[in-house]
């Protein structure tokens, strides 16, 4: 029997499209599902977020439960019925033997032996206890995610935030007295470099400051003598 093909992406969202008009559509498991016999049909129920590893949510069919399976583990293509084996031939019965006509016998009267005592039933055979059907649902991985900080020379910051595969939020300001106290909370090294960047950005905004007051003085004793 060839393999069966998995979901592709575009297959997820013809799946999508059916469960947002409200017909649950059918998959089937593939030999890569776990805890579920390939072949076995399901409903589609719903679509965890991110969309990534088992965010699948499928109900087999004869179960009350939602699972979560990946997309190797779904397929849409229907599994060909199972062939049925081929009876056996009967064996031809055996042919009649001829009769012929037995001599005439002298009847003589023999005592029937007495009836043989009945054996006992044997006992029935145990039943095989029924396969125990998976009972825990399959948890959903979290998703890793990165938090990046970025300063630039002038003291400024920014946060980039990666949440498994999809940026949440990319390049958003961030007060520098925040990522200060944060780094506070954080290991030694942490705390020391973030100290570092903001000490630079002091010390540049500081004589920013004094050559714009000395700017300021000249030009006020420039106004002076004019009004002089």
Known sequence: MAKAKPLSPEDI???RAELAAGRPPAVWFTSAAVGVEAGRS???????EPEEG???QV?????????????????LEKPAPRKRAPAAPKEPEPAAAPTTTAPPVEHI????PPPAKPKP???????????????????????EVTVTLVSTAEGEWTVDVQWGSKRTLKAAPVAASAVAQAAKLLPAEV??????????ARERHLARVEQLRAELEAAQRALDDLNG
Not at 60 to 71: A, E, N
Not at 121 to 143: E, G, I, L, S
Not at 191 to 200: C, I, K, N, Q, Y
């Open 13 to 15: 969202e013809h799946l």
């Open 42 to 48: 399901g409903k589609v129920m719903a679509f965890t």
């Open 54 to 56: 088992d965010f699948i």
């Open 59 to 75: 109900r087999p069919t004869g179960d009350k439960d939602d699972l979560s399976f990946s997309p190797g583990e779904l397929t």
């Open 109 to 112: 009267y023999t005592p029937a």
């Open 121 to 143: 039933a044997p006992a029935p055979a145990p039943r095989p206890a029924p396969a125990a059907k998976p009972t825990a649902a399959r948890k959903n991985k979290p998703a």
């Open 191 to 200: 705390d020391e470099a973030v100290e570092s960047v903001l000490t630079a």
